[in-house]
């Protein structure tokens, strides 16, 4: 089993998620053991949801999987680099394909690209 | 002046540094308040140091600077994304170009590439 140092941070660790095609980055979360363990048995990409305070397979309500196709980690053990194949059209709850669609420039911030869907259909809120 | 959320992580945000003409991920590193507007008013990134406690001009010891080309910040405000421009060989204080230089596989990690620069030299250590 590979370890990771989650010491630092309250035992969670960020986990870059980048399209393994274009290599845009598309998120950001975080793992505990539990997730990491389960991204590297199931292959399917899991976190660790700060707000639900529980374990959060990406997609597991949308459908949007993100299959796991390489994991590179850091120096020092405390982050980790998912390349992924991203099931479905986007990785962010807004429906952009990204969740860094916000560009900062001269002072104010634009958004880039337009949403691939409409989140009250897909979460049902 | 953009605002970021500060409030969930000890007011530090993590920033993921992406080469911007590559896309290969460079690094993480972590901002507070500080580092952020001198990144934006600078130019060159400036990351926040758990370990020395204080802000980190990247490259103010060993000269690589990183000059920022591009800013995203995610949906949610609390992740930055920096697309820089790496200045000298490398980004990782190992030598390596990437911090991300260590390939998970089959249960084992291996080392992706060379290191370019010899830490002791650089660091004076």
């Not at 680099?81 to 104010?108: P, Y």
Request: charged share 25%; proline share 2%; net charge positive.
């Amino acid at each position: 089993m590979i370890k990771l140092n989650f010491d630092k941070k309250d035992g969670l660790i960020p986990a870059i998620v980048q399209d393994y095609k274009t290599g845009d980055v598309l998120m950001l979360a975080y793992m505990n053991a539990d997730a990491w363990n389960a991204t590297l048995s199931t292959g399917n990409a899991t976190y660790y949801s700060r707000s639900r305070q529980k374990l959060w397979v990406k997609g597991e309500t949308s459908g949007y999987l993100q299959r796991v196709k390489e994991i590179r980690i850091d120096c020092d053990d405390d982050t980790v680099l998912l390349k992924i194949e991203q099931i479905g059209e986007a990785a962010c709850h807004t429906g952009h394909r990204s969740c860094f669609h916000k560009k900062v420039e001269n002072g104010s911030v634009t958004v880039v690209g337009k949403a691939l869907f409409d989140p009250r259909e897909v979460y049902k809120t």
